[in-house]
């Protein structure tokens, strides 16, 4: 299998590439299960961050980092943005998502609870890899309805068109790829 080599935080990995269609491939970037680069890269990040009260992220991938970023940090909390609505959630705000790992339409839930702390903090979101800024979009407007006031945007890696962007920080660009496996752009 083809692979992509990146060093993040001083640590390499090579990252398989995968198809995502005929004319787009992407570097599979995921941090579940690697110890070793989720407490380099949290530690990283968070020499990067901005003074915050909370920490936020989109569910799933990004849990392993800001766990490791709060437990570094100090914090005793953070706040997940969840794919789904749990039992116990109360007082459910909602925000619609289409990212480029996942096929069609999903819908992202922040807990009530959750928003009713965030409520004039100083918000930080989190997340692995920020490629299209759909799920990032769509934990700003959560975080935006629950009256947080955002101070960071922070990603492991940029991806594609959100290497240029200037509203986000991040440890490494990561390119995308056409459909033979070569960096576009």
């Known amino acids: 299998m083809a692979t992509y080599g990146i060093d993040v935080a001083g640590v390499h990995r090579e990252l398989p590439l995968c198809k995502a269609s005929d004319t787009l491939t992407i570097a599979a970037f995921v941090i579940f299960g690697d110890v070793e680069l989720t407490v380099a890269a949290a530690s990283a990040l968070l020499k990067k961050a ?17 766990y490791e970023m709060a437990r570094q940090s100090g914090r005793n909390d953070y706040f997940l943005v969840r ?27 922040m807990d009530g609870a959750d928003a009713a702390r965030m ?64 960096p576009l752009g």
Do not use: C
Not at 95 to 106: F, L, M, W, Y
């Open 50 to 66: 901005p003074e915050f009260d909370y920490l936020v992220a989109p569910e799933a991938k990004a849990i392993p980092l800001i």
């Open 83 to 109: 794919k789904a609505k749990k039992l116990y959630m109360n007082g459910v705000f909602e925000s619609d998502v289409r990212s480029i790992t996942t096929a069609g339409e999903q819908k992202l839930y």
């Open 119 to 182: 409520r004039g903090k100083r918000i930080v979101i989190v997340d692995d890899v920020i490629s299209t800024g759909e799920s990032l979009r769509a934990v700003e407007e959560l975080v935006r309805q629950a009256g947080g006031n955002i101070v960071g945007k922070l990603a492991i890696l940029a991806e594609g068109d959100a290497i240029g962007r200037e509203d986000i920080t991040y440890l490494e660009p990561l390119p995308l790829f056409d459909g033979n496996g070569v």
